[in-house]
């Protein structure tokens, strides 16, 4: 995604007031900005994937639509992001609070993840307590 759809994203987001949110967050794969949707009111997280071929046409509706860009949200689980924070909290070998593993200047929306329910019920299946 380029800078400036992100920024319209963002943009469109803020004046939605269904609680969807567009936020850039780190792609646990790639270490690299993605763009992923929050449904704050559903609680719940998409990644945004974007098909794109030059010499396409959708139908939608009753009409043709040119150009072969098509974007997708497909639900998924906030613990796939969460590894990313965790595998980089274990290289330092001590327990810490969830609030202070989950902390990344560049992409500061993490914190969101963190507001997920059922949160506790995930981190148990690759976390350890104390």
Request: contains cysteine; glycine residues 4%; proline residues 5%.
């Amino acid at each position: 995604f380029s800078d400036l759809l992100f920024e319209c994203l963002k943009d469109a987001s803020k004046k939605m007031k269904s609680g969807l949110m567009f936020v850039k967050l780190v792609n646990p794969c790639s270490g690299e900005g993605a763009i992923y949707l929050f449904n704050m009111c559903l609680q719940q997280l998409f990644e945004i994937k974007v098909f794109k071929e030059k010499h396409h046409s959708w139908f939608i509706n009753q009409s043709v639509q040119s150009g072969g860009l098509l974007h997708f949200a497909t639900p998924m689980d906030p613990l796939f992001l969460l590894l990313y924070y965790l595998i980089k909290a274990d290289k330092e070998g001590k327990f810490q609070p969830l609030d202070q593993v989950v902390v990344d200047d560049m992409f500061p929306n993490c914190v969101l993840l963190l507001k997920l329910p059922e949160l506790e019920k995930l981190l148990r299946h690759v976390t350890e307590e104390r």
